[in-house]
């Protein structure tokens, strides 16, 4: 059949065989694989993964539009009558798109992190147990990405939160990075209790329809047997609207959304990425950039054939994701960690992602996410070529002056600022244009106006802070300690290399969804956004009224300036005043302190939800449940009471008198006959 291909399999395998030989080494050798061995083993592994990637959309663009994918099916992995669910893999255009950033970004990442962790010479063999990790990552998110049904996303999915655990922990004899790798594994399990009632709540209706499937494809094709499905709501829940009955697709759209924003850091579940910056700063380009937290924008596209269903969840999503860019992007302004920075403004691109994907502008979100793979590797492997330079100094306080010292980090980095800041003809530009365009038209949203509202004004802070990291990094004077200034230099070759083909990609990148009304003007009248033509027999946008071109250009015309007036008052406090952004800090204390402390939330879920846990775990659940009942009453009790009857009742009994045995056998044999005469 033309649309099986027996070597899908091979994309995720490459990097599992990496892993798993590294591990075994490790495990039975008890000593490290020479560096060079480890080098080329880790970052061969996701370059066959790209390569067999790439060939298998070669194979895919042969194909007829309606049956443009592939699958390879490996073996049944459950038969339970009459569910059957095969381990397989589904190459379709989304995944393909998916599955070549995360192996191409991957293998950029990989080779970056050669010449980040060429120091790390501690007796653990954390070299190698690294790349191990990066490996493993890759293999879990290609699982992800390219299951054919929701158990082996699941499978996937679990993966990369225990790799983000163990990455992010990676240094972990300092107490605060293994609590953040703590905290975003325990973070990532509240998510994933929604994502997995979701799948369960698919699977009963699935089978309830007589349709036990959980394979994409096959649900995508029966969904309309669950479009005017109805749950009733218990009347403890009477709060919420639509009470007393909600759509079945609804409830479980909201349900997997929950598992997405714990994935993909939204509100309220966003409170892990920041702190997951204490992993080594590769880590934080390839999970908080290209991979995991993009996972649950992903997994909203790929089941967008239910959300088109449930337009309840779909506002609920468009809200969230509103809300979370806009949030973000105000913490980001007084951030004076450069990896803090980067690590809202993540969160907060996010946002805009789920934002388009709530206004059924899937192919929006998927470019935003393919642009923001590019730009925010790029600066993220750029902040930790500056951290390289300062020796692991990431404050910007202490920073400045490096454009002269390190100039291709300036010069790749300031490309990655233009970008994620929506210059025109930049990368940013078109994506972040694509998905304010989708608010715009989102009639059927409640609120639409104002999510567009949000999007401009965030698409404004996003260049203020984005410039105010740059200037305070790389222009003005060095304030570091003369001992950190005479030491600072540009990064080695390793380093430099991915950035400049990431910074080539944040630059020529948006041309891949390059608009209609851009295309039409300069080229002729066609179909120019090829993504979108690319994703829509997967990524089922809602259809928009005709808009005309020259009302495009206005609302880009307006995001435009939204930007541009980020980067006038940026240039303005951090290039020509340096002296205001102080005095202005002073005379607003109050609100300064309020943003710079990230808004007290972190405190907040600790009095509120962290210790009255732990108050209960400790008082009532471990010295009352646990000690009292279980130990005291269950296992110690019980060992008593043997105990007790040993004493008091066996020990009568075994008095080691003979004449007591011979009694008590004769009575034992005068009731045999008893019973046996009684028979008779």
Known sequence: MENVSENLRWIPLFPLIGAVISGLWLLFAQRQLPRSIVIGLA????????????NALLSLAQLEAESRFLVDNVYTWISADPFHAELSFLFDPLSAVMTLVVSGVGFLIHLYSVGYMDDDHRDDRGFQRFFLYLNLFTFSMLM????????????????????????????????????????AFVVNRIGDFGFLLGI??????????????????????????????????????SFLPGFPNWQLLTLAGLFLF?????????????????????????????????????????????????????????TTIAWVGGLTAFFAATIGLCQK?????????????????????????????????????????????????????????????????????????????????????????????????????????????????????????????????MFRLFYRTFTGENRSSAEVQSHIHESPTWVLFPLIVLALLAVVGGLIGFPDAWGDPLFGDGEWNSLHAFLEPVAHSAPHDEIAHSTEYALAALATSAAGLGVLLATYLYYWRRDVPEKIAAVLAPLYALVFNKYWIDELYARLIIRPLVWFSDHVLYRIVDASVIDGLGVNGIAQLVKGIGDRGLRVLQSGYAQQYVFVMLLGGIAIVAYVLGGI
């Open 200 to 237: 369960f709540l698919l699977f009963w209706s699935f089978l309830d329809a007589g349709v036990p499937t959980l394979e994409f494809r096959e649900m995508a094709a029966n969904v309309d047997l669950l479009a005017n499905k109805a749950i009733a709501l218990p009347g403890w829940l």
């Open 144 to 183: 992800l990405v390219l299951g054919d049904n929701l158990l082996v996303m699941f499978v996937g999915w679990e993966g990369v939160g225990v790799c983000s655990y163990l990455l992010i922990g990676f240094w972990y004899l300092e107490d605060h990075n293994a609590m953040c790798g703590q905290k």
């Open 43 to 54: 970052c061969a592994m996701p370059a066959l993964s790209f390569f067999f990637a790439f």
């Open 258 to 314: 929950i598992g997405a924003a714990g994935k993909s850091a939204q509100i309220p579940l966003y409170v892990w990425l920041p702190d997951a910056m204490a992993g080594p700063t590769p880590v934080s380009a390839l999970i908080h950039a290209a991979t995991m937290v993009t996972a649950g924008v992903y997994m909203v596209v790929r089941m967008s054939f239910a959300y088109n269903y449930a337009p309840g969840a779909l």
């Open 337 to 465: 960690d450069i990896k803090k920075v980067l690590a809202y403004s993540t969160v907060s691109q996010l946002g805009y992602m789920f934002l388009a994907a709530g206004v059924a502008s899937y192919s929006a979100a998927i470019f935003h996410l393919v642009t923001h793979a590019f730009f925010k590797a790029l600066l993220f492997l750029g902040a930790g070529s500056v951290i390289l330079g300062m020796h692991h100094e990431q404050g910007m306080d202490k920073m400045g002056g490096l454009r002269r010292l390190m100039p291709v980090t300036f010069w790749t980095f300031l490309l990655g600022v233009l970008a994620i800041a929506g210059t025109p003809g930049f990368s940013g530009f078109f994506s972040k244009d694509e998905i304010l365009l989708g608010a715009y038209l989102a009639h059927d949203v409640p609120g639409h106006g104002y999510l567009y509202g949000m999007g401009v004004v965030t698409a404004g802070m996003t260049a203020f802070y």
